[in-house]
């Protein structure tokens, strides 16, 4: 695909709603992340050499278009993120374990995920897109079958990691006896 067919795609209406959308929970999680001293990825445009339209291609492919337009929009504002065992994966160009698009390889149980994506993971819990509802969702690593949240938007999900970022650290906090 050409550029200005690349940049039309990503300056559509819907694309550009979607984005809307994710800034906030985003902003909270870079936050985060800049307040605590982690490494801030950019966004898919500013890192990545793979066209956004190939992105969108394999990320259908994984989970579906409603999927791949949700996830395709986290992925141009911040191309994943691993902060303080909060970890969501992200779109590398060079062969990355960490690529959404390839994680289930390094799994040992594929088989355990089959009608999900997972697409990040924390200390306890694994973050995954279940195809057979079209929402992210927190499950409990051990125990996949309880689950923690379920969330029909992106933005929510997000917001509810960003939200456990920020707690994680508070309760560091707590636990550091200056």
């Known amino acids: 695909m050409t550029k200005n067919k690349t940049i039309a795609f990503l300056q559509s209406l ?3 709603q979607r984005i809307f ?8 999680i870079r936050q985060e992340a800049i307040t605590f001293n982690y490494d801030v990825n950019l966004g898919l445009l500013q890192v990545c050499s793979i066209e956004p339209t190939m992105v969108f291609k394999d990320l259908t492919a994984l989970g579906g278009q409603e999927f791949a337009s949700e996830y395709l929009a ?5 191309n994943g993120f691993d902060i303080n065992g909060y970890r969501m994966y992200g779109v590398y160009a060079e062969h990355n374990i960490w690529d959404v698009r390839n994680v289930l390889d390094s799994f040992p149980f594929p088989e355990v995920y089959d009608g999900y994506l997972q697409i990040g993971m ?25 689950i923690v949240g379920s969330y029909p938007q992106l933005d929510q999900f997000l917001q509810v990691l960003a939200t456990s970022i920020k707690k994680s650290f508070e309760d560091e906090d707590e636990d550091d006896p200056e």
């Open 14 to 16: 819907d694309m550009q």
């Open 21 to 28: 959308r994710l800034q906030e929970p985003v902003n909270n």
């Open 74 to 78: 986290f992925l141009s504002l911040l």
């Open 122 to 146: 924390t200390d306890l819990d694994v973050l995954l897109y279940n195809k057979s509802n079209h929402h992210f969702e927190i499950r409990d690593r051990i125990g996949f079958d309880y």
